[in-house]
């Protein structure tokens, strides 16, 4: 690389056409080329720009109105848009990664468009699986659910410690812990990201 900038240029972009999707890999040379790039008179924005990895983002949305909300806040005919706001958020902030829960609403829309984007995503129930389907999902959403959830890259996550009484207590901490986590490993933070 001392010599040479274009052709170790050259070199990272054969590495990442080999495996684009090896985040951990990316990082880990990334992580390396800056320690090396601090030692050499090489700029970075080049080789920064060539080893960008994906966002990782903590979901939070809010559940579709029930028929007897006084007030609305996200009505069933504003799932469209909803759903379009969330495309266009992982789209334009590259997500791969990504934590919510599973409640009936944007956060169910969010596991069906990280599912479209073949993404990793981790999500983070208050109970156990059963308790929460038949406490939290209609049994139009649960379906929705199993299908969003029926993909290699998605995981549970089930808070079986904490209030009883209070369910969601615990989620929203351990949200956030899970999406450090897992940005930590890319060197990143995470972001919120919310509807």
Known sequence: MQGDPE???RFYSKMLAAGPERYENICSARRTLRRNLKHLSVPADKFEKLLTLPTVVAFVGHDVDAPDRAVPRFPPHREPEVR???ADALMKLEVMYGASSASAGADIIFLEEMKKRNAY???ILPCARGPFMREFLSSEWQSRFE???DHPRAEIVEITAGDPEDLWKNFQPELWKKSVAQ???LD???TLLTV
């Open 7 to 9: 052709k170790a240029l």
């Open 84 to 86: 379009k706001l969330i």
């Open 121 to 123: 995503v981790r999500v």
């Open 147 to 149: 299908a969003a959830m």
């Open 183 to 185: 940005a930590k490993q």
């Open 188 to 190: 990143e933070l995470p």
